[in-house]
């Protein structure tokens, strides 16, 4: 609903097909504008459809790379001659490693895809149907078929979802993938599929009435006049807070419990990080901070449009009810820096040629690198053995392994082991989610986690040298997991102290004052 005279239109930008708003020839013409742009990265049709029913009032979380796997997956089905909901569709592993970010050579990719396609199998989401009442629908049907002599993946879609996803005429969005498969945040892609379902492009058909984005007026431009020269030529929908964190989650336990008829839930949380945005985040600053903010970032960076947001509350109102969404398409001359992102950002070969070996006196620059990139997602799916390994590896535990003693080396082995079994606990998905992050975090203002390890090592020396006796393996995985949480700076300032102690080849590397450490 943009004015005619105005540069940035739909028209520039042939990525998004609005349905409902369009005849099926224009639509037609579109898709075949569609066609010849693939995606740098994997080789798949380039564009997905689904239902603006299936996209607008359904409520779930995917993982970040099932929800890449679940989008490469709809851009198989081709929407004119695609009749058997019972059809398989396939992809490679190489785009399966890709798309995921795990390396088809590492020695844990095999279990990673196999629990990855399990999981998905396993996923449910929820629609409304009323009266309180919820309906559980997975996406795709159990029986994938995984051949490891041609080295694909076949899937097929649950049929009760193929009418919002196949064979669309009316009321449907379809979109190009390319920009949601560079993204890192799973809010990320559902935001940018849920403003294109309500977005009517530059057509106007009078009655809206705050259904789908509409110009903002002068009006509007009161609500906020630190932003007011910013939103001139955006596009606006008001969005209920608490229906749009729902749109990103599963329903709440309440919901759940009265949809059942039910007092308790016992597969409501099969899925520990399905917990509902409204319960993990209920103040907006938090909200913001984990969700919005990485949204705002990533689509304003990766794809197509310019996005805003602004919280609103009632006079009188301490808390926030309303959020404002704001868009733009970006014009042609805005669109090039999306596609220089992306041309620099694509997948790499993942076939190397082998290297002669060199030895080397010293850490390389590609090693310290490697210290310093975060920790991939695809370790909370593996085993603890090789996410231990990981850690090591991150904490550059070669590099002074053998300036320490037995006793001091096994403690380092336990802190990697501890840790690596939080991150790869299943059954706690929330507090393994929340520990990736924090290493992450650890790893990116510390260029990697050796200084947390050797200050996690003074730590957990002091502990053992104090207990009159060897507490349980649970004991210290809490402590190490507050420790992780809590970013302690004394654990950093002390890890920073050994490291430069190792630096220069001391051997009293523990030998300090331990009652700092007292409780």
Known sequence: MKNKDEKNTMTESPDVIIGEVLPDEKVDGKKKQLVPRKSDNVAFGSFITKSNDLIQ?????????????????????????DMDASK????????????????????GYA???????????????????????????SWVNRGSIVDMKKKTISMRFNPDIWKDIAQLTSNYTSYSIEYLLMMQSTYSMRVY???????????????????IFEPVTEE????????????????YKRFDMEEFKGMLSMPTRDEINRSKGKSRDSSAQKFSRDKPLTEKYKVFSDFEKNVLAMVKSEINEMTD???DYEPVRRRGVRKYEFLYIFIKYKNREEMKSVRAFHQEHKGADTEVSRKPRKRRSSVSKEALEQYN?????????????????????????????????????????DIFTYTSKILTNTKKRDQAEETLEALNRIIKDNNGLKTWALGMSVKYKAMLERAKERKSAQYYRTVVYNDIIENSAAI??????????????????FKFDWSQFDE
């Open 88 to 107: 398989y569709y396939t992809i490679s592993f190489d785009d399966f490693a890709k798309l995921t970010g795990v390396n088809a050579l590492d020695s």
């Open 220 to 235: 509007v431009l009161q609500k906020f006049p630190n932003k007011r020269e910013e939103l001139k030529g955006f596009k």
């Open 492 to 509: 950093i300032a002390d890890g920073t102290k050994r490291a430069a102690l190792l630096d220069d080849d001391r051997t009293d590397l």
């Open 373 to 413: 990139q975060p920790l991939k997602e695809a370790i909370l799916m593996t085993t603890y053995r090789l996410a231990r390994n990981e850690l090591a590896v991150k904490a550059q535990y070669q590099t002074y392994e053998k300036k320490l003693i037995p006793e001091e080396r096994n403690i380092f082995i």
């Open 111 to 137: 279990n990673y895809l196999r629990k990855t396609i399990e999981n998905l199998e396993n996923r449910m989401f929820w629609v409304p149907l009323g009266n309180d009442q919820y309906k559980t629908m």
């Open 305 to 307: 449009l310019w996005f």
């Open 193 to 211: 599929e849920i403003i294109l379902s309500y977005d009517n492009g530059n057509r106007d058909y009078s009655y809206n009435n705050g259904l």
């Open 57 to 81: 009032r359904t409520k779930y979380s995917l993982p970040r790379n099932e929800q890449k796997i679940l989008f490469m997956m709809l851009s198989k089905i081709d929407q004119r001659h």
